[in-house]
């Protein structure tokens, strides 16, 4: 595998996973959201909502932020983004509509840890594996087209089957309704490039009180039949609306 093929690779499933998620836009300081942000129309559901309307609410609540920070990280596993690379966890912020900066911790087979740095600029992709020295990706995928709610991870938000309520909790400070429900692995194509259509993934997806945006995606089960069984991914979003700068690297 030539050098840019892999750095592309990398940068596909590194570039989003953030996941993840709708369109929007993130920040860079590290606050997290104890108190929702309130900024800009927020749509509301029924005063007696279905687990489905709650859920169809919060997806377009957040389609519609303006910012937002993720945190992805891993329980028991892995995602392969390069050979002998795998990821564990990726923290980074998205512009709308189409920059992000996040940097990804993960393994070599090796043994070795790494970090890296991804910056997306329209259909610009910039990797650096070492410090600040970025390298152009001219084959990586560019971080509209991993949030792009047709392909990304909110395309998975929107085919949720059989959701129902799971309680209520407070994730971040925030207080939260949980709607549990499947996914159909093969909406989430924009995580993992191998994942499985057919095989089903339970999701569970906390929704804000207050302002009923998703605070909190996680995924349990493996996306093709090469992950482990119990393994888990929990993507977070918050710092609602705030302020980032995101430019092409130097």
């Excluded at 966890?89 to 709308?96: E, L």
């Excluded at 410090?131 to 395309?155: E, F, Q």
Aim: aromatic fraction near 4%; include cysteine; charged fraction near 15%.
């Amino acid at each position: 595998m030539n050098t840019n093929h892999r750095q592309s690779r990398l940068a596909f499933a590194l570039a989003l996973a953030l996941l993840l998620l709708p369109a929007a836009v993130a920040c860079s300081s590290k606050k997290k959201n104890a108190a929702p942000a309130t900024t800009g129309p927020i749509a509301r559901a029924t005063p007696s909502p279905t687990p489905q309307d709650l859920l169809n609410t919060a997806t377009k609540n957040t389609e519609a932020l303006k910012a937002f920070h993720f945190i992805l990280t891993h329980e028991n596993g892995s995602t392969p983004v390069a050979q002998g690379i795998s990821m564990s966890k990726a923290d980074g912020d998205f512009v709308q509509p189409d920059r992000m900066k996040a940097t990804i911790s993960g393994s070599v087979a090796q043994g070795f840890d790494i970090d890296a740095k991804v910056i997306s600029v329209g259909n610009n992709v910039w990797i650096a594996l070492i410090g600040n020295r970025y390298l152009p990706l001219p084959n990586g995928v560019g971080a509209a087209s991993i949030l792009d709610p047709n392909n990304g991870v909110l395309k998975a938000l929107h085919g949720v089957k059989s959701p129902q309520f799971a309680g209520t909790e407070k994730v971040n400070g925030v207080d939260a309704t949980v709607v549990s429900g499947t996914i159909d692995a093969g909406d989430l194509t924009a995580l993992d490039a191998n994942a499985q259509a057919g095989k089903s993934v339970m999701g569970k997806v906390w929704i804000g009180n207050a302002d009923q945006r998703v605070y909190r995606l996680r995924l349990d089960g493996p996306l093709n039949d090469q992950e482990p069984a119990n393994i888990a991914r929990i993507l977070d979003l918050s710092q609602f609306n705030e302020s980032v700068t995101i430019q092409p690297p130097a």
